[in-house]
Structures are given as C-alpha cells and as structure tokens.
C-alpha cells in the first residue's frame, strides 16, 4: 500500500485529503508545514507528497528545494490558490512533479497521484516506454520495433530524464547538475547543444518529442496525446 505524506496547514482541507486518499487505498500522513513534513520523513517511509505551497515556518517551495538538495527525489505534487504563470514556473524550479491549482477536484488528485507513482515505479525499474519506443537505461539504448540506437551517456541520461517524466518541464539548470554534476564547469548552453542532437536523431520517432518551454527549460512529451 502506497503511503502518502500530506503538507498542508488548513485542517479541513488536509483531513478532506486523508479521507479521498485513504478511501482509494492509500495510507495517509498528515502535517501542517514543511518543517513537520520533514521531521515526519525521518520517521516514516513515503511515497509522494502531496504540498500546498503557502504555509508557515517552510513553504512547499523550500520543503522541495531542501528535498532536492538532499538528493532525495520523492514524487511531489503541488497544491496552491495561485495560478499565475509565475507561481507554477517556481514551483517546477524548485523540483516539483507536478501542480494543481485549489480548488481541487478530488477526482483529478487521484488520477495525479496514480500517474506520478506509475512514473516513479518505471525510473527503479530502469526501463521507460513512450509509445513503441524503448528507453533501456543499462544498455543506454533507444529501441523502437527492430531499429536500435546506442547513444552517447550524457545524450542518453539526458534523454531518460526527459522521458522519465513526460511533460514535465525540467530547467537547464536542473538538467546541468543532475546529469554532468553541481560542480561541473561545463557551460548551461552544452543542454542546448545536446537537446538540438536528440532531436535531430529522433526527429522521426512517431512516440515522442522534445519541446522547449520558453523561459524555463525542456520537456518531452508525447506525440500521441
């Protein structure tokens, strides 16, 4: 049974969560703020969070920077009153999975929920699938039908961490230090180059693309919907 950490300091909302996610066979954890949600992962084992953003002590934006720092990359969904362009590029810089603007329709929660365990279940399994389209990490292969390409390792990791989370916008930066390292010198622009040679060998793939988000970073999506 999947166990779900619930951040939000609005009680009626946070026990309206518990009792939707513990009705659909979730186990459910409640806290009021960041600084609770970490102290509960010391505890506790977790599978997502689900976080509002504004909240005391810690906010949802630094609860998932300090995650990230930290190396840990547990599935978060965002919860806010905000729906700015603004609110929801800061919240996938600072590391979220994905986002939902209150109030929230129960239903979709769930739904969200599903998908982005479904995701995360595939990135241990260290096999991804777009369509026809194979992404095998350990033989850094992109296998459609009978044609297979063998790709360079950082075009490769590049590529699965695309394709790990479909339309989910990562920024270069992100991409930078979770592929070549937060200490690496290589220049932001090498993403641009890389991405540009991705696209030219997969330019005929029917699964998938890679789009540029303006502003923020890159995305592959899916071209069947």
């Given at each position: ?23 659909n066979?979730?186990t459910?954890i ?14 506790e084992?977790?599978d997502l ?11 949802g ?5 300090t995650l ?14 905000k729906?700015?362009?603004?609110d929801?590029q800061?919240g996938?810089?600072?590391g ?13 929660l769930?739904l969200r929920?599903?998908?982005?365990l479904r995701?995360?279940?595939?990135v ?5 699938k ?22 360079p390792?950082?075009e490769?990791?590049?590529?699965y961490?695309l ?6 916008i ?14 690496s ?8 180059v ?14 998938f ?17």
């Amino acid at each position: 049974m999947f166990r779900i950490l619930i951040a939000e300091d609005d009680n009626e909302l946070r026990q309206l969560f518990c009792r939707v996610l513990s009705r659909n066979g979730f186990t459910t954890i409640g806290v009021n703020d960041g600084v609770e949600a970490l102290e509960a992962l010391e505890h506790e084992s977790v599978d997502l969070i689900v976080s509002d953003i504004m909240m005391p002590r810690m906010d949802g934006y630094a609860l998932v920077r300090t995650l990230r720092e930290a190396n840990n990359y547990l599935p978060v969904l965002m919860i806010t009153a905000k729906d700015g362009f603004s609110d929801m590029q800061s919240g996938f810089m600072a590391g979220a999975d994905d986002y939902l603007v209150k109030p929230v329709n129960v239903n979709e929660l769930i739904l969200r929920i599903n998908a982005l365990l479904r995701r995360a279940k595939m990135v241990v399994e260290r096999r991804q699938k777009m369509g026809d389209t194979i992404f095998d990490f350990d033989a850094f292969s992109v296998r459609r039908n009978d044609a297979e390409i063998i790709l360079p390792q950082k075009e490769f990791l590049l590529l699965y961490k695309l394709v790990s989370s479909p339309s989910h916008i990562f920024t270069r930066q992100q991409l930078m230090d979770d592929i070549w390292g937060v200490d690496s010198q290589t220049e932001a622009r090498t993403i641009d180059v890389h991405i540009n040679r991705l696209r030219d060998r997969f330019r005929d793939n029917p699964d998938f693309e890679i789009i540029t988000v303006r502003g923020i970073g890159y995305k592959a999506v899916s071209r069947n919907g």
